[in-house]
């Protein structure tokens, strides 16, 4: 009996402690919230038209720069934006934006969440520019952005940019870098809810020149995919005459880079001349001449150099009778991902060793239809008129993709890239620790 009390104490208190860590382990296993964040559209300039495909007309969306922030329904398949970009929360689902000016240029890109860091490699800012980049600050408080701009001499001063909550701002491009023929701009978020857009758009006194959308890179990488680069052969008179390409690289480090292209297209995958190791001095934007030597047709390139840089294609084009440029953009791997298409009709080309991979179209009836695409090193894949979205299945691995979209009133180019990815966080639980001071 002397050791009997004790003994009861102690086992007491070990069962207790075990049925607390139990308690405690029961209720705080891991339990998350997973969404898709909302999408930003960029803003309309004046006297141009924009047109957000959406995958539901019971999307819900909202616009900047105004004091309500509800969501409404879309009501729409395709939502005809106003000046004042639109935030989107599509569930995943990545809109697909299509922006023109009636019968002088059209381009295309991507409705994309916050974005820390953004690399525009096109536009210019000489006397022919009249391109702007388009800031938008989605979020509830206000926003700093630092744009730091390279150009054919070096690097230039940065300008830090500020916006208040809920708004965005149009700046040209020309008042960035005065006179400069090749720019790339890198925007970097230091504070809000930003998402960036760049329009390159040219003409020389009343005479307009066409304009583009020039689609971001997230990164400077030692690998680079651009999928999908119109190759135009156009006739004129009894001759053929093919358009021409340009090159535009950076490398924004220290060290000169040693760079390799290699083009992707029907007849084989070949380095063309003077492309082998060929040096890129650092700090500086190059533009190199590229002349592929190919029938009408699309084609990509993979550019792999010893440091990081940044790349583009600008492409002549034309096509629907009507001449205008494109700036053909890098684009990340291909995953399972989902895009809005309604009334639109996109060519998406694919690049890789081995393309495998399937496509689910959404009829607008609701009907489902599955497209296997198989090839080797590049495949192309028209999508139908009255398709509401087409998701990504079955994805294999090293396929690089991108969309073209020809009409009337010019050619738009856009990455197979998802405008959000799926986001997780840990749900609060009760705790056995909140019931102990």
Known sequence: MKFQRPALILISTFVVVLVANGLNAGLSKGKFSTNFPAVVCPPTPAKMTTAVSLPSTKTQLRKTGTKSLAFVP??????????????????????????????????????????????????????????????????????????????????????????????????GLDSLAPGSREIVIRAITRSGRVTSYLLDERGRGLKALGGDIVNFSPKATKEIYIPAVPHTVRKVGKKSEELTHSLRLLVPGELDARVTVKISSTDGIFIPSGFENKIVKAGSVVSLPLRPNLAKSKFGLHISSDEPLVASVYSQTFAEKKTDFIWSTSAPELVPMSLATSGLSPQLVFIGDAINLDIELLLDKGK??????????????????????????????????????????????????????????????????????
């Open 74 to 171: 879309s009501q729409t398949l395709r939502y005809m934006q106003a000046k004042a970009p639109v935030i989107i929360d599509s569930q995943g689902s990545t809109p697909i934006v299509w922006q023109i000016r009636k019968g002088v240029w059209a381009g295309a890109t991507i409705c994309s969440s916050l974005q820390n860091e953004q690399w525009f490699v096109g536009g210019t800012a000489d006397v022919t520019s009249k391109g702007k980049i388009l800031i938008v600050n989605s979020g509830l408080s206000s926003a700093i952005v630092d744009l730091q701009i390279w150009n054919e001499i070096g690097a230039q001063p940065t300008k830090p940019i500020t916006l208040e909550a809920n708004s965005y701002r149009e700046l």
């Open 368 to 437: 489902r239809k599955v497209v296997k695409v198989r090839g080797d090193e590049i495949a192309t894949v028209k999508i139908p008129d009255g398709v509401r979205s087409i998701t990504f299945i079955n994805v294999a691995k090293g396929i690089y993709g991108a969309g073209l979209i020809a009409a009337k009133s010019g050619y738009g180019y856009f990455p197979l890239a998802p405008g959000s990815v799926l986001t997780k966080s840990s749900v609060p639980l009760s705790n056995i620790r909140v019931l102990t001071p």
